[in-house]
Nanobody, 120 residues
């Protein structure tokens, strides 16, 4: 089983910054893609950013130029640096990790979510 522990959410004023972290642990052999998703009240969950094992990144248009996703493979951790935050960025942010366990079975795990609130 793979566990994900997120941290870094909170309350910030518009224009401010936050950095989210998500550390994966447990039965892990390799990690492929890692990513962040968010869900605001009344909205469906949406992709924020993803990063492959090779470092290729993908961002939602709404966060391009403001958010940066990165990963530390040695620590099985993915980060999301969020700058120039806007009230519309307010949501619960969840990390997602896809990889293989020691039995070479694939897994797709989700974090519990961390609240990000941006005040105007």
């Amino acid at each position: 089983q793979v566990q994900l522990v997120e941290s870094g959410g909170g309350l910030v004023q518009a224009g401010g910054s936050l950095r989210l972290s998500c550390a994966a642990s447990g039965n892990i052999f390799s990690i492929n893609a890692m990513g962040w998703y968010r869900q605001a009240p009344g909205n469906q969950r949406e992709l924020v950013a993803t990063i492959t094992s090779g470092g290729s990144t993908n961002y939602a248009d709404s966060v391009k130029g403001r958010f940066t996703i990165s990963r530390d493979n040695a620590k099985n951790t993915v980060y999301l640096q969020m700058n120039s935050l806007k009230p519309e960025d307010t949501a619960v942010y969840c990390c997602n990790v896809h990889g293989s366990n020691r039995y070479l079975h694939s897994f797709d795990s989700w974090g519990q979510g961390t609240q990000v609130t941006v005040s105007s």
